[in-house]
């Protein structure tokens, strides 16, 4: 149990770029959790950017 409880800790970087028209953030990379939803990102997004709409591609 202690192995999962370390592997669901781990954090991922977010790496973010700006396409079209998008602003572009001060800050390109993020760390998050790796077990944390991509609504996460999204909503983090709609925060930094002032923005309601927000289109994301992998």
């Known amino acids: 149990m ?4 370390q592997d ?3 954090k991922v970087i ?3 770029k700006a396409t ?3 602003p572009i ?3 390109k990379k ?3 959790l790796g077990t944390d939803k991509f609504a ?3 909503d ?3 925060r930094q950017i002032h923005r309601e709409t927000v289109v994301a591609y992998r």
């Open 25 to 27: 953030l001060k800050q």
């Open 2 to 5: 202690e192995i999962e409880s």
């Open 40 to 42: 996460k990102v999204i």
């Open 8 to 10: 669901s800790a781990r």
């Open 44 to 46: 983090f997004l709609r």
């Open 14 to 16: 977010i790496q973010l």
């Open 30 to 32: 993020f760390k998050m």
């Open 20 to 22: 079209a028209d998008a």
